[in-house]
């Protein structure tokens, strides 16, 4: 490979994502190059690429003049100020026509941005998110990209190349729609992911603190679970890491971590933008909390000491019925946790006038990601059953599982209050379900409330029109 103008893409940005999506997009035939500033993973990527299709390049502009036209490059530096330098060093080499594809976790809104930079350059500019973590990077990721719909022809063959593929053999990587439409999308499979993940734990912290299972049997309970509607890879990993012993101590080392959880922001934005868009989202709103309240450990120790909790948390009742309880209690939880996520996607698509297609979304998210889950086909069928369906929750199947789930998460929900569990996602999905459900809420006197003191106004049941009183 010394040729010029040989390469059929360019990646910029040789972290472990980067590096492994290059050596993917080797293995299946493409001739990568590849550039950082940081000269230790250049020589990373050209020890990996040895005697490959790829070549690693000094700078941005050897990149680009390597690359046959219209020249596509992959960029997968860290989000924010990063993509922009990457780009205002890219927007001098390219000509109308190439693709520039940000594979990074990017706030949407970033990428709403960028494109009207680009807008009359005659760039392609595409926002593909990327989920699988490292080892999806490099076997197979869901990828969802969206943007320039001119660019999709030119990078469809290598991504579908690259991506992980479902059961039914289709290709976990389709267009998404225009403008921000793929890092959106990303943006709220996180948000589930976080949902998801926090479900799972509050799951495993009920089985520890009431039952006192040790690690090892709770991870046959997940192994048990991961055979049947709840099967996905975060249940699948969750056995996975319970079964895993210390080898200095013997000790399960799960029971070893600091009880404190990090986040990248992801979760965050999804909780932002159903704000802004006014969607209720609590659950996914929940699961950032808990991450947040994790991160003061010291706060939470000393407040052990201060304040006052219930009596006793010794559980009474039929521990094996208690622990099927919480699995039927973690799947609705989790159908909640979509049918939110869902609900953001309609309430942008409505906004932006995306026309996101709900289902071909769902199919993209059946492998390679990592809330790839059973349940998804089944989440797939219903918005291909009904795309204008007004929630996740009264598709036919969804409405049947929660029908035969929903006392089995409130039995959960009231035994970790009566025991001073925390179990915030499993209790706000419950709150969700029941709000959903109800043909009348209190909102009738919250109204008059802001009425009493803002002169808001309101609306009467038995006339149309606004309505003021003098409350006093």
Same mark, same amino acid.
């Given at each position: 490979?010394?040729?010029?103008?040989?390469?059929?893409?360019?990646?910029?940005?040789?972290?472990?994502?980067?590096?492994?999506?290059?050596?993917?997009?080797?293995?299946?035939?493409?001739?990568?190059?590849?550039?950082?500033?940081?000269?230790?993973?250049?020589?990373?990527?050209?020890?990996?690429?040895?005697?490959?299709?790829?070549?690693?390049?000094?700078?941005?502009?050897?990149?680009?003049?390597?690359?046959?036209?219209?020249?596509?490059? *992959?960029?997968?530096?860290? #989000?924010? =100020?990063?993509?922009?330098?990457?780009?205002? @060093?890219?927007?001098?080499?390219? &000509? +109308? $026509?190439?693709?520039?594809?940000?594979?990074?976790?990017?706030?949407?809104?970033?990428?709403?941005?960028?494109?009207?930079?680009?807008?009359?350059?005659?760039?392609?500019?595409?926002?593909?998110?990327?989920?699988?973590?490292?080892?999806?990077?490099?076997?197979?990721?869901?990828?969802?990209?969206?943007?320039?719909?001119?660019?999709?022809?030119?990078?469809?063959?290598? *991504?579908?190349?690259?991506? #992980?593929? =479902?059961?039914?053999?289709?290709?976990?990587? @389709?267009?998404?729609?225009?403008? &921000? +439409? $793929?890092?959106?999308?990303?943006?709220?499979?996180?948000?589930?992911?976080?949902?998801?993940?926090?479900?799972?734990?509050?799951?495993?912290?009920?089985?520890?603190?009431?039952?006192?299972?040790?690690?090892?049997?709770?991870?046959?309970?997940?192994?048990?679970?991961?055979?049947?509607?709840?099967?996905?890879?975060?249940?699948?990993?969750?056995?996975?890491?319970?079964?895993?012993?210390?080898?200095?101590?013997?000790?399960?080392?799960?029971?070893?971590?600091?009880?404190?959880?990090?986040?990248?922001?992801? $979760?965050?934005?999804?909780?932002?933008?159903?704000?802004?868009?006014?969607?209720?989202?609590?659950?996914?709103?929940?699961?950032?909390?808990?991450?947040?309240?994790?991160?003061?450990?010291?706060?939470?120790?000393?407040?052990?000491?201060?304040?006052?909790?219930?009596?006793?948390?010794?559980?009474?009742?039929?521990?094996?019925?208690?622990?099927?309880?919480?699995?039927?209690?973690?799947?609705?939880?989790?159908?909640?946790?979509?049918?939110?996520?869902?609900?953001?996607?309609?309430?942008?698509?409505?906004?932006?006038?995306?026309?996101?297609?709900?289902?071909?979304?769902?199919?993209?998210?059946?492998?390679?990601?990592?809330?790839?889950?059973?349940?998804?086909?089944?989440?797939?069928?219903?918005?291909?059953?009904?795309?204008?369906?007004?929630?996740?929750?009264?598709?036919?199947?969804?409405?049947?599982?929660?029908?035969?789930?929903?006392?089995?998460?409130?039995?959960?929900?009231?035994?970790?209050?009566?025991?001073?569990?925390?179990?915030?996602?499993?209790?706000?999905?419950?709150?969700?379900?029941?709000?959903?459900?109800?043909?009348?809420?209190?909102?009738?006197?919250?109204?008059?409330?802001?009425?009493?003191?803002?002169?808001?106004?309101?609306?009467?049941?038995?006339?149309?029109?606004?309505?003021?009183?003098?409350?006093?």
């Amino acid at each position: 490979m010394d040729s010029m103008h040989d390469l059929d893409i360019g990646i910029v940005g040789l972290g472990v994502m980067g590096e492994n999506l290059a050596l993917n997009l080797e293995r299946n035939g493409f001739a990568v190059g590849g550039f950082d500033v940081d000269e230790r993973k250049r020589e990373s990527f050209t020890r990996r690429t040895m005697g490959k299709q790829a070549r690693p390049a000094r700078s941005l502009a050897e990149l680009v003049a390597g690359l046959r036209s219209p020249r596509r490059l *992959l960029v997968m530096v860290p #989000a924010g =100020a990063a993509v922009d330098t990457v780009l205002a @060093e890219l927007r001098p080499l390219l &000509a +109308a $026509g190439d693709v520039v594809i940000d594979g990074g976790n990017t706030r949407f809104t970033d990428t709403q941005r960028r494109m009207q930079e680009l807008a009359d350059t005659g760039i392609l500019y595409v926002g593909a998110g990327v989920s699988g973590g490292e080892e999806g990077a490099l076997r197979g990721p869901a990828i969802m990209p969206g943007g320039d719909a001119r660019a999709w022809p030119l990078i469809q063959p290598m *991504l579908q190349a690259i991506a #992980a593929r =479902a059961d039914d053999g289709k290709s976990c990587c @389709e267009w998404v729609g225009p403008g &921000a +439409a $793929g890092h959106f999308v990303k943006m709220v499979h996180n948000g589930i992911e976080y949902a998801d993940m926090q479900t799972i734990c509050e799951a495993y912290w009920l089985m520890d603190q009431l039952l006192a299972l040790p690690a090892g049997k709770m991870a046959d309970v997940f192994a048990d679970w991961n055979k049947g509607e709840l099967a996905s890879y975060l249940v699948g990993i969750t056995a996975d890491i319970l079964r895993h012993t210390d080898a200095e101590s013997g000790q399960p080392l799960v029971d070893l971590i600091l009880d404190t959880a990090e986040q990248k922001g992801t $979760g965050k934005w999804a909780s932002q933008a159903a704000l802004d868009l006014g969607v209720t989202a609590p659950t996914i709103a929940d699961a950032v909390f808990a991450r947040t309240v994790s991160a003061v450990k010291a706060e939470r120790v000393a407040a052990s000491a201060v304040l006052a909790g219930p009596e006793t948390k010794t559980f009474r009742g039929d521990r094996g019925a208690f622990v099927e309880k919480v699995r039927r209690a973690l799947l609705a939880a989790k159908v909640c946790a979509y049918a939110q996520g869902f609900q953001l996607l309609r309430a942008a698509d409505r906004e932006y006038q995306w026309d996101l297609p709900l289902a071909t979304i769902t199919s993209v998210w059946r492998a390679g990601c990592i809330i790839r889950a059973r349940l998804l086909e089944d989440v797939r069928r219903a918005w291909a059953r009904q795309p204008e369906l007004a929630n996740l929750l009264v598709d036919e199947h969804f409405a049947r599982v929660m029908a035969e789930c929903q006392e089995d998460l409130r039995e959960v929900v009231a035994t970790a209050a009566m025991h001073g569990v925390a179990v915030p996602a499993f209790m706000s999905a419950l709150a969700y379900y029941d709000a959903y459900r109800s043909p009348r809420l209190p909102a009738n006197l919250l109204q008059a409330q802001r009425d009493y003191f803002g002169a808001h106004s309101y609306q009467r049941t038995d006339r149309p029109g606004k309505f003021h009183t003098k409350w006093n």
